[in-house]
């Protein structure tokens, strides 16, 4: 088949590159030059595991292509896929500005039946108005040509994108229109060998259940964070019930880590969007608003720690920042913890030395040369001349460091831990002082 994917960011670039893989024809468009640039180059302009071997084996075998043409995305594609961002708008809602544009786009230049494919995450309706831009368009242009627009939301996880996309636990698609449908079966027919993995539903339903599951994820996160500031105070350890409730099958072991926060480019703005579309039609979502306030609360909650055990006035001090991603095996910043964590450190005064495999570019990007923030090389660089050491994102090698050395370069031998990584005891038996969330 031969499918254009508009906007060439984690969702667009990573299903472009697995519907190539599978032996599609696919061209990636988007209007930021310097993406398309690295990609032409052999590059790949985001940190994603597996993504860049596969980009280069299907540029290689010539079925993938990038673009920064309009006209010849839409010429190309009788699937048009539409994966470009909807960031949250001044209220928190949506802002489909991208999505519209893309779907003029679309309409402006298209001379044949085309299937267009809202896989952006987009509030329920939004197909409605896709199709009433294109038809517009198309009236304004005085030509009746057919289309059908299709909701399929992508669900994969930045980390595990790849792996998500080659291996979906299912594939949404809402669609009415049969000849649309029949597409989509065939599109993903080489992702569904095992079992059936389609979900055919309408609409609406298919633009629901999005929010739905990041709705749902955001609120376990955020009851577990709860949970764990309670056990701090009650003397209980947020690990041992973890385990007492997630062996019950109905709640399960996923998703029950407490931590600093969740963040990342969906589940904040995704959250955020559905509270005000339910605002919007006079029906509040009250208990994904404290969903959303505890997150809120949660962000600070290592900077809570770490004023209650320095003070409030951190002038002259330096502290080491372990983690800069919003999670582990992505360089993806947005709605960061470290964020949140940096500047409130600043604010207090403090100065910080971070480390993150993948994602210290990124973070220059966002602060600047802000003098205030250094970068080491390695994890145990960044505690030289630290006060303290403070771990916002779960990297794989910080789960064994050498506490010993920690200790030995600290000058106050203290660890403030958002991702519960350590056995609280056996931190302390290095000499350690050690913060975790809800660990005794
Ligand atoms: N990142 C994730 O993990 C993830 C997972 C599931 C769903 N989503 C959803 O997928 C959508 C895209 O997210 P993302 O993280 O890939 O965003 P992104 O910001 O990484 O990529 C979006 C890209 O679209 C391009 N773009 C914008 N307008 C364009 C236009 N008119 N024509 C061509 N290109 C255009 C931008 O330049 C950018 O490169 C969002 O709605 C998001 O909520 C994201």
Redesign the pocket.
């Known amino acids: 088949m031969k499918i254009s994917v508009?906007?060439?960011?984690?969702?667009?670039?990573v299903t472009g590159t697995c519907l190539a893989e599978v032996g599609n024809d696919v061209l990636c468009?988007?209007?930021?030059e310097s993406?398309i640039r690295i990609l032409r180059q052999g590059g790949i302009?985001?940190h994603e595991p597996g993504l860049l071997e596969m980009v280069q084996r299907n540029v290689d075998a010539g079925r993938l292509h990038f673009t920064t043409s309009?006209e010849e995305?839409v010429a190309f594609g009788t699937i048009q896929f539409i994966?470009?961002?909807?960031?949250p708008d001044e209220d928190g809602s949506?802002d489909l500005q991208?999505?519209a544009?893309?779907a003029r786009?679309i309409a402006k230049h298209m001379t044949d039946y085309k299937v267009v494919v809202d896989?952006?995450?987009?509030p329920v309706g939004t197909a409605d108005k896709v199709k009433s831009a294109l038809q517009e368009e198309l009236a304004r242009r005085g030509v009746d040509t057919e289309f059908a627009v299709v909701s399929n939301?992508?669900?994969?996880?930045?980390g595990a994108?790849v792996e998500d996309f080659m291996r979906p636990d299912r594939v949404v698609v809402g669609a009415e229109d049969e000849r649309a449908i029949t597409l989509m079966r065939e599109l993903y027919a080489p992702f569904n060998r095992n079992h059936d993995r389609l979900v055919v539903m309408d609409i609406k339903s298919a633009e629901l259940t999005?929010y739905a599951a990041n709705c749902m994820l955001a609120t376990r996160i955020s009851f577990m964070n709860e949970l764990a500031n309670l056990a701090d105070r009650l003397g209980a350890d947020i690990e041992q019930v973890r385990l007492g409730i997630g062996s019950d099958p109905r709640i399960g072991y996923q998703f029950l880590y407490p931590g600093c926060g969740y963040g990342?480019?969906?589940f904040p703005?995704?959250v955020q969007a559905l509270i005000r579309t339910a605002d919007s039609i006079g029906m509040p979502l009250k208990v994904l608003k404290a969903v959303e306030d505890a997150n809120e609360t949660q962000k600070r909650i290592l900077l809570e720690k770490i004023k209650g055990r320095f003070g409030a006035d951190l002038k002259g001090m330096h502290f080491a920042l372990w983690g800069l991603a919003f999670k582990p095996n992505t360089d993806?910043m947005?709605a960061a913890s470290s964020r949140v964590v940096i500047e409130g450190l600043w604010q207090m005064g403090a100065t910080v030395t971070a480390y993150d495999p993948v994602a210290m570019n990124e973070s220059r990007r966002i602060f600047g040369d802000d003098p205030r923030l250094a970068y080491a090389d390695s994890p145990m660089h960044a505690l030289e001349g630290a006060d303290a050491l403070v771990i916002v994102t779960e990297w794989k090698e910080f789960r064994a460091p050498d506490f010993d050395q920690i200790k030995a370069t600290l000058k106050t031998p203290v660890i403030f831990d958002g991702r519960n990584l350590y056995q609280p005891s056996q931190v302390r038996a290095h000499g350690l002082e050690y913060y975790a969330i809800g660990r005794r």
Do not use: H, Q
């Open positions: 508009i906007g060439t960011g984690y969702v667009g670039l468009l988007d209007l930021d993406k302009p985001i309009i995305s994966a470009v961002g909807t960031p949506a991208y999505v544009a893309a786009n896989k952006s995450t987009v939301p992508e669900f994969l996880k930045e994108a999005k990342g480019s969906c703005k995704d993806d947005r």
